[in-house]
């Protein structure tokens, strides 16, 4: 995927198609490629957006689901943009969560969930890995998917790069740590948007008892279910996923605004 990456101020993004904005928050090993398709896809209809989020470069006392949610604020502010959908897959969920329920003036039209934490998560584990283990990191890349093949080496040697660099770990550390810290049920009542779930059925990592969850907590909530599918189906089955989304967002073009 080679799109430009553009800037404003301390904001940097892409941003491709017309119509109203799709913005897209990767999760905390997440990158670009993550949502290549879903870009392809869906730029005939949307100008679909993805924020690079500051995973390490905010200071320790903002590095937080909270400090994450503040900047996808004030990027949606600076960007002026207007019905926006927002998505967000496992830490981006939360993100997405957390500024709803902080900004219920923002201009969001509707929320996307797959694979979000906020709820439950089962994180790297208790131990942490030792620098320089490999075969730890590619076995936790292969536990995210329901097919291990997708995480191919490209994407193991960015896990691996992440976790080689002690700030970075440090960061990710906090960042998981605040996630599970920050549990959301008692807020979600609260969330006024038309949301979609759409969850792996072989998610290891949120399990789909936790969409369940969610659908029972949201209030205007839908669930969908993809057999075979691990924690990140816009990768693992993303003409499925498309479609999907892609019906939700026409059903909502044919709703009055509420």
């Known amino acids: 995927m080679d799109y430009e990456i553009k800037t404003q101020g301390k904001f940097s993004y892409i941003e491709e198609g017309e119509g109203e904005p799709l913005v897209l928050l990767h999760g905390l090993f997440g ?32 590095t937080s689901v909270g400090g994450l949610a503040k900047f996808v604020h004030k990027f949606v502010e600076a960007r002026g943009y207007q019905n926006v959908h ?14 709803l329920l902080k900004h219920p003036e923002a201009p969001i039209k509707s ?17 942490y890995p030792k620098r320089g283990d490999y075969e730890y990191i590619r076995k936790k890349a292969e536990l995210t998917f329901y097919d291990p093949k997708i995480a191919t080496k490209e994407l ?8 080689n660099n002690r700030l970075k770990v440090i960061k ?21 948007q038309p949301t979609l779930l759409i969850w792996g059925k072989n998610d290891t990592v949120t399990p789909p008892m936790v969409g369940e969850e ?45």
Not at 112 to 117: H, M, N, W
Not at 180 to 189: P, Q
Not at 221 to 250: R, T, W
């Open 156 to 163: 193991v040697d960015e896990m691996f790069e992440i976790v």
């Open 31 to 62: 990158a670009l490629s993550n949502f290549s398709h879903m870009v392809e896809y869906f730029r005939q209809y949307n100008k679909v957006v993805i924020p690079m989020l500051p995973l390490y470069d905010l200071n320790i006392l903002e």
């Open 214 to 258: 969610f659908q029972k907590l949201i209030p205007n909530s839908e669930l969908e279910f993809i057999d075979k599918c691990g924690h990140a189906p816009m990768m693992e089955v993303p003409d499925e996923f498309n479609k999907i989304l892609h019906a939700f967002l026409e059903k909502l073009k044919t709703q009055p605004n509420s």
């Open 111 to 127: 929320l996307i969930l797959t694979g979000s934490s906020g709820l439950f998560e089962n994180g790297m584990g208790e131990t």
């Open 86 to 99: 927002l998505l967000g897959n496992s830490l981006g969920g939360h993100v997405a969560l957390v500024y």
């Open 172 to 192: 990710i550390i906090t960042l998981a740590k605040s996630a599970i810290r920050h549990n959301l049920g008692d807020e979600l009542k609260d969330i006024k």
